[in-house]
Each structure stands twice: as structure tokens, then as C-alpha cells.
């Protein structure tokens, strides 16, 4: 039997409102992810898809129910071992790239080396991922001289670089033309078929449609399609 | 990727933030460096005024002293030391001392350590009628002053005169018409005339110096006698003749001793008042630069906690502007799984540099502030003087500790931000 690489149980997050009475934006959800998955969540805003991910991120404490990546409970551990933690098994790429703004590309990728213990070979391997991704001849240019497919492609090597396993994607193609998504999915694709796990949160049809499990999230709920 | 290439990257990036955290440092530092070379600079000001006034006061009072001597050499002798039990009222109305003691209390004299005489005249004085003449004269023996052991050996105010010889006052030669080498014959006696006086307008017009031993044999008196002239000197207090009784009667005990000379107690006074002046002098100059003192001091003590706290204010409210302005970044920092000290590091490191430089740039425009204005508000002293290296190496310690003290609040808020937070809202 395969380990899951995430894996959710009973999940449940409430946000505190100001009437005092909390507010519930997950309720009893359970998602496991084996390697080779590649899962796409849509539903409307506000359903809860960020919060799941965050939460799946081990970023952000559920409520109740539990969260385990590669078999660990991020939760169990302090915060210092958690950012360890997420640094060597999670990966995260976002609608708006986030990238450091006077980091040039390298060093954008190279930020993994300050979160996760020295990896000798992560200069190698991020040259390696940023050629693969037509990104060779931007090494020293900062993400203000890149367009946006560029940046998000950078955000995606920035998230894989590190050796995680997971990959929680927070629509990572809204700010994309169809060319530059078609890259990011075929990567992320490629990523889940070589072993890793992606959960990728979209509203794009196009984007779905290239994940190989679609899920639908309703009233912080889960629903296959 | 390393801490400190993180720092010095965001350091280039937000260049004016960077620079305005320096300027606010420096502007603590130049303040500080500034405010005390302005005290050092009194203090070094007053000390030199205190000292060249007490120069000055020395050299007047020295100059004093020696116009004194010689006012008082010019009117001769002013102490006069009688024997024991001798009736001064006496003295006054005859012109001298009808007691006699003997001839070697001058030797006891000059072989104590007396300091407030100088000058020891043994002297053998009578009025008598001149009877070859048939006049009244003051006959005076005199032998050459005695130098005291304890000092070198000074000028003497009268020259000795040699046995056989005599000196003449006005009129005891005008009228005869003596001079100079002539013989004449004093009680039976054959003396030469050794120097005739021009007329002085005092009893010296009718006296006759001769030898101590020719004057002693003439009166009978060998061995005797009956007064000794001497020379007040190094009085302290304005009552000298008490200072100089007391040091002579603990030598010479129950002789009596006068002093005469007005002008010799004028000077004195003049002296001592011009002392009492300049030390009163001294005082005002101390009392001055000490109320300067104090009004920098309180200067320095308003301004110096204002800019200190105006440059911490300045660096508290740059790096929270400088964490808001970075609070996605910080997410995704945390996101990555970079841990919060790690973040706070970063903020801190940051905040240290502005220090350092901001230590150094304050400390370049003070040493720059005082050699422009040296002369206007340091009084021209020398900037090594005015600041000390071990206040500058200490300014240079503390000026990042101030800084990474300033941003330490916003920088610990910063890092302790919760990444789901800023993620969710972004």
C-alpha cells in the first residue's frame, strides 16, 4: 500500500467573528493525496479552498480533525520544527507569485536555503529546473524585469526546488495566458507523475481539466465531480 | 543565500529607508559628540584662564615683592632690635637706646633660621657732645651687616667702615668745612675723614659712623652694644611687626623691637590688598566659567534625551514602515518555512548597520562640525583634545545597540506575524 502524502481527516476550521460566535469554514472534510496525484479544487469564493490549503500547508491550525504530511503531524511540533518541517516537504505557489521583489531569479529560488538545512545541490538543481522552464537566460534579473508567466514559473521552480513532495497551488494560473498556464500545468503535472502530490486551488475550467482528480468544495464540504 | 546577503540585498533595494535610518543615527551620534566637546571645551577654556590668571597673579605679587625690597632698601633699615628691659619711651625721645647686650647676640641672630630679618646691623649709638667741636652729634658704631647662615649673602644698604676712619652727616662737615681725607680728632682721637654725606633732612645731618670697635672704646663700651638695625622681609600677614617680634624674641628673648617707615607699611598693605585682589580675581573667573558650565550642562541635558529620543522614534517608526511595506514578503518568508528568528535577524541585522554607519557618519560630521567651527564655539581647542578615542569607540558600540534597541519592537512583531494571516488577505 502507498503512504499518502497528505493526508486530512475530519477537518474543521472556524474563524472567529466579532458577534463572538465562530464562524465554520471547513466542517468534517477529509482529503487524502497519494503520490502521482495531481487534485483540482474549484468552488466559489469564500468556500473555504484557501483556508484548506492553508491548513493543508501547515500554516495555519485546524479547528479539529487532523493533518498529516508524509505520515507527520506538522501541528505536534513547535513552531520552529514546523518551519522546518514545511520547508523540506511543502511547496507553495501563489496567484500573485510573491516573489522578493530585490532578489534576482537564483537568489529568489536560493531563498529555500535559508528555511531548510544546507543543500549543497540546490543551486544545481534549481539551474537545472529554471533551463527546463526557458528561464536559463534570467538567472540575474529581478522579478520586476520578467513577465508574468516568467515570475509565476519562478514561483513554481521556488516551490519545487526544495525537495518537497507537496505542492499546494493557490491558483496558480489567474494571472497567466494560456501559453504560460499550459507550461505551469504540464510542470506541475509532470511533478505529480514523477511522485509528488499537487493540490491546486482554480476557478479556470482549462486548468481543472489538466488536473487528474477534480474536487468540488461547497459550504466547506468536499464534492467529486 | 545567506542572512546577511538577504540584508545587504533589501539594503539596496529600499536605499532611501536604509539612508534616513542612518541620518537619524547620525544625527544622535553628532548631537552626542557634539554637546560633549562643547563641555570639554569649557572645562579645557576655564582650566587655561584659571592658570594663566594664577601666572599672572604670581608674576604681579613677585613683581610686588621686589618693588617692595627695593622700596625698602631705599629707606634703609626698619626693624631695630634693643637690649632687654631698654625704655622704648626713652629710645624716642633720646634718639637711642641707653641699655646695652652684648655684641654676639647678632651672631646668635645670624646663625638662626630667621626668615622675616635680613640685613643685621650691630650698631653702638650715643648722643654725645662733640668736644673738640663743641656740638651734639649722634655717634654711631657700626661694623658691616652680619649675613645670615642660612642665606646667600646680600647687598648691604650701609658699607662698614674701617677702623680710623669716620663719615660725616651734612653738618657736622659743611660747617667746619671738612672733606674727604682730612684728619680731625673725635674725644681725644685722630680719625680720617672716609666720606662726607650731602644733607638728607634727618638726624643723619649730624652723625658720625665710625668703627664698632672705635665707637665701643671711645664710649667704654667694649663688647656692647645697644641696638641692631635689620630689614623686614617675607611677611606674610599685614601685622608684621607681631610676626617679626615672635621670631625674634623666640631667638632673642626680652629685647625689645620697633619698626619705623610708614612707606615700608603702605607698600605692604598695598601688597597684601593686590594679593587679596588677584586671589578675589581668581575666584570671579572660577565662578564665571562654573555658571557656564552649568547652563551647557543643562543645555545638554534638555538636548541630548530630545535627539536621543527623536533618532529612536525616527528608526522605530522607519522599520515599521519598512516591515508593513514587506508583510507579504514576511508571509511567504514564512511560508517557505524560514523561521521567525531567523526573520527578526534579518530586521536586526539591518537595523545594526544603520547603527554602524550611522555611528561612523555621526561621528565623521562631528569632527567635521568642530573643525569648522573650532574657533567660534570650541575656543580654538585642538579636536584631539576635544574628543576623547575611547568616547569615540564607545559611541561606535553603542550607536548599533541604540538602533537594533529602536527597531527591536517592530522587528519582533514583524517576525511573530502569522503567515496564514497575511496569505489569506493578500
Given at each position: 500500500?502507498?503512504?499518502?502524502?497528505?493526508?486530512?481527516?475530519?477537518?474543521?476550521?472556524?474563524?472567529?467573528?466579532?458577534?463572538?460566535?465562530?464562524?465554520?469554514?471547513?466542517?468534517?472534510?477529509?482529503?487524502?493525496?497519494?503520490?502521482?496525484?495531481?487534485?483540482?479544487?474549484?468552488?466559489?469564493?469564500?468556500?473555504?479552498?484557501?483556508?484548506?490549503?492553508?491548513?493543508?500547508?501547515?500554516?495555519?491550525?485546524?479547528?479539529?480533525?487532523?493533518?498529516?504530511?508524509?505520515?507527520?503531524?506538522?501541528?505536534?511540533?513547535?513552531?520552529?520544527?514546523?518551519?522546518?518541517?514545511?520547508?523540506?516537504?511543502?511547496?507553495?505557489?501563489?496567484?500573485?507569485?510573491?516573489?522578493?521583489?530585490?532578489?534576482?531569479?537564483?537568489?529568489?529560488?536560493?531563498?529555500?536555503?535559508?528555511?531548510?538545512?544546507?543543500?549543497?545541490?540546490?543551486?544545481?538543481?534549481?539551474?537545472?529546473?529554471?533551463?527546463?522552464?526557458?528561464?536559463?537566460?534570467?538567472?540575474?534579473?529581478?522579478?520586476?524585469?520578467?513577465?508574468?508567466?516568467?515570475?509565476?514559473?519562478?514561483?513554481?521552480?521556488?516551490?519545487?526546488?526544495?525537495?518537497?513532495?507537496?505542492?499546494?497551488?493557490?491558483?496558480?494560473?489567474?494571472?497567466?495566458?494560456?501559453?504560460?498556464?499550459?507550461?505551469?500545468?504540464?510542470?506541475?503535472?509532470?511533478?505529480?507523475?514523477?511522485?509528488?502530490?499537487?493540490?491546486?486551488?482554480?476557478?479556470?475550467?482549462?486548468?481543472?481539466?489538466?488536473?487528474?482528480?477534480?474536487?468540488?468544495?461547497?459550504?466547506?464540504?468536499?464534492?467529486?465531480? | 543565500?545567506?542572512?546577511?546577503?538577504?540584508?545587504?540585498?533589501?539594503?539596496?533595494?529600499?536605499?532611501?529607508?536604509?539612508?534616513?535610518?542612518?541620518?537619524?543615527?547620525?544625527?544622535?551620534?553628532?548631537?552626542?559628540?557634539?554637546?560633549?566637546?562643547?563641555?570639554?571645551?569649557?572645562?579645557?577654556?576655564?582650566?587655561?584662564?584659571?592658570?594663566?590668571?594664577?601666572?599672572?597673579?604670581?608674576?604681579?605679587?613677585?613683581?610686588?615683592?621686589?618693588?617692595?625690597?627695593?622700596?625698602?632698601?631705599?629707606?634703609?633699615?626698619?626693624?631695630?632690635?634693643?637690649?632687654?628691659?631698654?625704655?622704648?619711651?626713652?629710645?624716642?625721645?633720646?634718639?637711642?637706646?641707653?641699655?646695652?647686650?652684648?655684641?654676639?647676640?647678632?651672631?646668635?641672630?645670624?646663625?638662626?633660621?630667621?626668615?622675616?630679618?635680613?640685613?643685621?646691623?650691630?650698631?653702638?649709638?650715643?648722643?654725645?657732645?662733640?668736644?673738640?667741636?663743641?656740638?651734639?652729634?649722634?655717634?654711631?658704631?657700626?661694623?658691616?651687616?652680619?649675613?645670615?647662615?642660612?642665606?646667600?649673602?646680600?647687598?648691604?644698604?650701609?658699607?662698614?667702615?674701617?677702623?680710623?676712619?669716620?663719615?660725616?652727616?651734612?653738618?657736622?662737615?659743611?660747617?667746619?668745612?671738612?672733606?674727604?681725607?682730612?684728619?680731625?680728632?673725635?674725644?681725644?682721637?685722630?680719625?680720617?675723614?672716609?666720606?662726607?654725606?650731602?644733607e638728607r633732612g634727618s638726624k643723619d645731618d649730624i652723625t658720625a659712623w665710625v668703627n664698632l670697635s672705635d665707637a665701643q672704646q671711645l664710649l667704654g663700651k667694649q663688647g656692647l652694644i645697644n641696638e641692631i638695625q635689620a630689614l623686614e622681609c617675607n611677611c606674610v600677614t599685614i601685622d608684621r611687626l607681631a610676626e617679626v617680634r615672635k621670631d625674634l624674641l623666640a631667638i632673642l628673648p626680652g629685647t625689645r623691637v620697633i619698626e619705623i617707615?610708614?612707606?615700608?607699611?603702605?607698600?605692604?598693605?598695598?601688597?597684601?590688598?593686590?594679593?587679596?585682589?588677584?586671589?578675589?580675581?581668581?575666584?570671579?573667573?572660577?565662578?564665571?566659567?562654573?555658571?557656564?558650565?552649568?547652563?551647557?550642562?543643562?543645555?545638554?541635558?534638555?538636548?541630548?534625551?530630545?535627539?536621543?529620543?527623536?533618532?529612536?522614534?525616527?528608526?522605530?517608526?522607519?522599520?515599521?514602515?519598512?516591515?508593513?511595506?514587506?508583510?507579504?514578503?514576511?508571509?511567504?518568508?514564512?511560508?517557505?518555512?524560514?523561521?521567525?528568528?531567523?526573520?527578526?535577524?534579518?530586521?536586526?541585522?539591518?537595523?545594526?548597520?544603520?547603527?554602524?554607519?550611522?555611528?561612523?557618519?555621526g561621528a565623521a560630521l562631528a569632527l567635521l562640525g568642530i573643525a569648522v567651527c573650532r574657533e567660534r564655539l570650541f575656543d580654538g581647542h585642538a579636536i584631539a583634545a576635544l574628543l576623547d578615542p575611547s568616547e569615540l569607540a564607545w559611541l561606535l558600540v553603542s550607536m548599533p545597540v541604540f538602533a537594533a534597541s529602536a527597531a527591536w519592537v517592530p522587528s519582533f512583531w514583524a517576525s511573530r506575524r502569522d503567515p496564514a494571516e497575511v496569505l489569506r488577505h493578500d
Amino acid at each position: 500500500m502507498t503512504e499518502n502524502i497528505l493526508q486530512i481527516s475530519s477537518l474543521e476550521k472556524h474563524y472567529p467573528a466579532r458577534s463572538g460566535k465562530d464562524v465554520p469554514v471547513l466542517r468534517e472534510l477529509d482529503l487524502s493525496l497519494s503520490p502521482g496525484d495531481f487534485v483540482a479544487l474549484r468552488g466559489p469564493s469564500g468556500c473555504g479552498k484557501t483556508t484548506l490549503l492553508l491548513c493543508a500547508g501547515a500554516l495555519l491550525r485546524p479547528t479539529a480533525g487532523s493533518v498529516l504530511i508524509d505520515a507527520s503531524n506538522p501541528y505536534a511540533l513547535s513552531a520552529a520544527a514546523r518551519s522546518a518541517f514545511r520547508a523540506a516537504h511543502v511547496g507553495f505557489v501563489f496567484q500573485n507569485f510573491h516573489l522578493v521583489p530585490y532578489l534576482s531569479v537564483l537568489d529568489n529560488i536560493m531563498l529555500c536555503g535559508l528555511a531548510a538545512a544546507p543543500q549543497p545541490t540546490l543551486p544545481t538543481r534549481a539551474i537545472d529546473m529554471l533551463d527546463k522552464l526557458g528561464l536559463s537566460h534570467r538567472l540575474h534579473h529581478r522579478p520586476a524585469e520578467l513577465s508574468t508567466g516568467e515570475q509565476q514559473r519562478v514561483a513554481l521552480v521556488r516551490a519545487l526546488a526544495g525537495g518537497a513532495n507537496l505542492i499546494l497551488a493557490d491558483e496558480p494560473t489567474g494571472n497567466l495566458d494560456a501559453a504560460n498556464s499550459r507550461i505551469l500545468l504540464d510542470t506541475l503535472a509532470n511533478f505529480a507523475s514523477e511522485g509528488g502530490a499537487v493540490l491546486m486551488v482554480t476557478h479556470e475550467p482549462s486548468a481543472s481539466d489538466r488536473a487528474f482528480t477534480r474536487l468540488d468544495m461547497r459550504d466547506g464540504c468536499l464534492h467529486s465531480c | 543565500m545567506t542572512v546577511c546577503q538577504l540584508v545587504t540585498r533589501e539594503l539596496a533595494y529600499r536605499k532611501w529607508n536604509f539612508l534616513l535610518a542612518i541620518l537619524a543615527v547620525a544625527m544622535a551620534a553628532t548631537t552626542y559628540l557634539l554637546t560633549s566637546a562643547l563641555l570639554k571645551s569649557t572645562d579645557l577654556t576655564t582650566a587655561a584662564l584659571v592658570s594663566r590668571k594664577v601666572l599672572d597673579t604670581e608674576r604681579a605679587m613677585l613683581r610686588l615683592e621686589d618693588e617692595m625690597r627695593k622700596s625698602m632698601k631705599g629707606l634703609g633699615f626698619n626693624i631695630y632690635i634693643f637690649p632687654e628691659n631698654q625704655d622704648l619711651g626713652e629710645v624716642y625721645d633720646k634718639g637711642f637706646a641707653s641699655k646695652t647686650m652684648p655684641e654676639t647676640y647678632v651672631e646668635k641672630l645670624a646663625n638662626s633660621s630667621i626668615i622675616t630679618v635680613n640685613h643685621l646691623l650691630p650698631a653702638l649709638t650715643q648722643k654725645l657732645t662733640w668736644p673738640e667741636q663743641k656740638r651734639s652729634i649722634i655717634l654711631i658704631g657700626i661694623r658691616g651687616e652680619v649675613p645670615l647662615a642660612h642665606r646667600n649673602p646680600l647687598e648691604p644698604l650701609i658699607d662698614p667702615v674701617a677702623s680710623g676712619q669716620i663719615v660725616l652727616g651734612c653738618e657736622l662737615h659743611q660747617g667746619p668745612g671738612f672733606k674727604p681725607g682730612d684728619k680731625l680728632s673725635l674725644m681725644g682721637r685722630e680719625f680720617t675723614i672716609a666720606k662726607c654725606h650731602p644733607e638728607r633732612g634727618s638726624k643723619d645731618d649730624i652723625t658720625a659712623w665710625v668703627n664698632l670697635s672705635d665707637a665701643q672704646q671711645l664710649l667704654g663700651k667694649q663688647g656692647l652694644i645697644n641696638e641692631i638695625q635689620a630689614l623686614e622681609c617675607n611677611c606674610v600677614t599685614i601685622d608684621r611687626l607681631a610676626e617679626v617680634r615672635k621670631d625674634l624674641l623666640a631667638i632673642l628673648p626680652g629685647t625689645r623691637v620697633i619698626e619705623i617707615g610708614s612707606q615700608a607699611l603702605a607698600r605692604a598693605e598695598a601688597r597684601l590688598h593686590a594679593g587679596a585682589t588677584a586671589t578675589q580675581e581668581l575666584a570671579s573667573v572660577k565662578a564665571q566659567r562654573s555658571e557656564l558650565r552649568v547652563q551647557r550642562e543643562t543645555l545638554a541635558a534638555l538636548l541630548l534625551p530630545l535627539i536621543a529620543l527623536m533618532g529612536l522614534l525616527a528608526v522605530i517608526v522607519l522599520t515599521l514602515l519598512n516591515v508593513r511595506e514587506r508583510l507579504a514578503e514576511i508571509g511567504v518568508f514564512l511560508a517557505l518555512g524560514i523561521h521567525s528568528t531567523t526573520l527578526l535577524a534579518v530586521f536586526l541585522i539591518k537595523a545594526v548597520v544603520s547603527g554602524v554607519l550611522g555611528g561612523v557618519l555621526g561621528a565623521a560630521l562631528a569632527l567635521l562640525g568642530i573643525a569648522v567651527c573650532r574657533e567660534r564655539l570650541f575656543d580654538g581647542h585642538a579636536i584631539a583634545a576635544l574628543l576623547d578615542p575611547s568616547e569615540l569607540a564607545w559611541l561606535l558600540v553603542s550607536m548599533p545597540v541604540f538602533a537594533a534597541s529602536a527597531a527591536w519592537v517592530p522587528s519582533f512583531w514583524a517576525s511573530r506575524r502569522d503567515p496564514a494571516e497575511v496569505l489569506r488577505h493578500d
